[in-house]
């Protein structure tokens, strides 16, 4: 090698990454191109053009792409339902708690988590493992929201309901908002009154109480 080489190679040497890293690499990258472009859009020769591979070494890593997709599928979903719950944490009470979840999941800017929601059931059709990750992330939901209901029960602050049956309904509810998000069905301005009313209802709190937070609040989050 002439000095000249010798000195190219060192300005720019190229760093081999273990298998564990190139893991980790292929799925923030699929991550990323699920949120732009859609989970039934993610392909290996997409990644390999995004990370300047070849389709092989992806392949390498991740030879079953159904897989992958509900892998990222879920940590996406994941991740979500992990700041939801940390944002949730120092809520004074539940009827706050309940309050802040619907503004949360109202607020504008979410349509790319709706699509991944959205996504994740019509794959799950055709695809087991898809499915799987959609139920299990369904019932986080419905018990994360059952336990803020319950802890309202038992403080007095709500109605003396079914906590279980009650999360069904709201996870239905957001579910519902999800599809009307990505295609602008509606007032978006209307969203968090929409889905607060038939809550305050169920939970026989006094009309308004849920939307005091103007879903706009979160629109810069």
């Known amino acids: ?84 719950c940390a944002r949730l944490a120092s809520v004074p009470d539940a009827v706050a708690g309940v309050r802040e979840l619907i503004a949360l999941m109202s607020r504008p800017g979410r349509e790319e ?6 996504d994740g059931w ?12 959609m139920r299990q992330m369904m019932d986080r939901w419905q018990g994360f929201v059952a336990e803020l209901v319950s802890r309202g029960i038992a403080a007095g602050e709500f109605a003396d309901v079914d906590a279980q049956a009650c999360a ?20 978006r301005s209307h969203y968090t009154e929409r889905v607060a ?3 305050e209802a169920r939970l026989g709190l006094p ?3 849920l939307a005091l937070q103007n879903s706009t609040h979160y629109a810069a989050h």
């Open 207 to 209: 009309h308004g109480t």
């Open 122 to 133: 019509s794959l799950g059709r055709r695809h087991g493992p898809t499915a799987e990750v």
């Open 197 to 199: 009313a038939p809550m």
């Open 1 to 84: 090698m002439t000095d000249e080489q010798q000195e190219k190679s060192a300005a720019s040497p190229r760093r081999r990454l273990s298998s564990e890293q190139r893991r980790e690499q292929i799925l923030n990258t699929a991550e990323a191109q699920v949120l732009r472009s859609g989970l039934q859009h993610l392909t290996h020769r997409g990644i390999a053009s995004e990370l300047g591979v070849t389709h092989a070494l992806v392949v390498h890593y991740e030879p079953d792409m159904g897989a992958l997709r509900a892998r990222v599928c879920e940590s996406l979903l994941l991740a979500e339902y992990d700041e939801t």
């Open 168 to 187: 069904w309904e709201a996870i239905a509810l957001l579910d519902g908002l999800n599809a009307h998000t990505l295609v602008g069905y509606g007032d």
């Open 113 to 118: 988590m709706a699509a991944v929601w959205l």
